[in-house]
């Protein structure tokens, strides 16, 4: 079956410096979602890429969805405390619509 | 607007009992899914469903049954409760098929 793989699986950083995750799967996916989830909470949902090589922005966040439909990068500049959590990436499987598999997560730690 | 409504909140359960984790969205969605997550892992699938009436497995979907009669609820029941069951579950709809994700708050169910 499909597998998505993130790194790393978990990140410290002094508030300021950048941050960088890593989506990988096994299995070309129709498109790429990200989640946020803060300690204690649920999943939020940030950002859907869906086309070959798209590059979006949020504000400090930019998110990267490869040529080949199978890797996604998030990257944040300038980190703040407000950042930390656990950012997943998911993707439904390329004529597999209704599952949607999760990343294991990269927990991020901003140290002020 | 409500959005996706879990209960219970917390549970601890015995080895051997049964019970069936609530959710319901008021969205009118027609996709909706449950997903466990155990501690430092990313979220797995148990089951999902594409509207009332029709629903699939995911990728863990022993020890677990769910239904869906109306467009609005999805109940997860677990029969004969494991201590490998202790995870937290959120259940999460979706206005299509590779649509963003909208969780409820989670619950968290303890087999002791």
């Known amino acids: 079956g499909q597998q998505v793989m993130q790194i790393p699986q978990y990140q410290h950083v002094q508030e300021g410096e950048d941050f960088t995750t890593y989506c990988n799967s096994s299995?070309?996916?129709?498109?790429i979602q990200w989640y946020k989830q803060r300690p204690g909470g649920h999943p939020v949902f940030l950002i859907q890429l869906v086309k070959s090589g798209e590059v979006k922005k949020q504000k400090r966040l930019t998110f990267q969805f490869g040529e080949a439909k199978k890797n996604s990068s998030l990257h944040i500049t300038a980190t703040q405390t407000t950042d930390v959590g656990t950012y997943f990436c998911a993707g439904p499987e390329s004529g597999g619509y209704q599952k949607v598999t999760f990343g294991i997560g990269t927990k991020l730690q901003v140290i002020p | 607007n409500a959005g996706v409504t879990q209960t219970p909140k917390f549970r601890i359960l015995k080895i051997g009992q049964s019970m069936t984790l609530q959710c319901a969205q008021d969205?009118?969605?027609?996709?909706m899914y449950w997903y466990r997550q155990d501690p430092g892992m990313g979220l797995k699938l148990i089951y999902y469903s594409v509207g009332a009436g029709i629903t699939d497995k995911g990728e863990v979907p022993n020890g677990y049954n769910v239904s869906r009669s109306t467009t609005e609820d999805f109940p997860l029941r677990l029969e004969l409760a494991a201590p490998s069951q202790t995870s937290v579950y959120f259940c999460a709809s979706s206005y299509r098929a590779t649509g963003e994700l909208f969780f409820g708050e989670g619950s968290r169910l303890t087999v002791l």
């Open positions: 299995t070309t996916l129709s498109n």
């Open positions: 969205m009118n969605h027609n996709y």
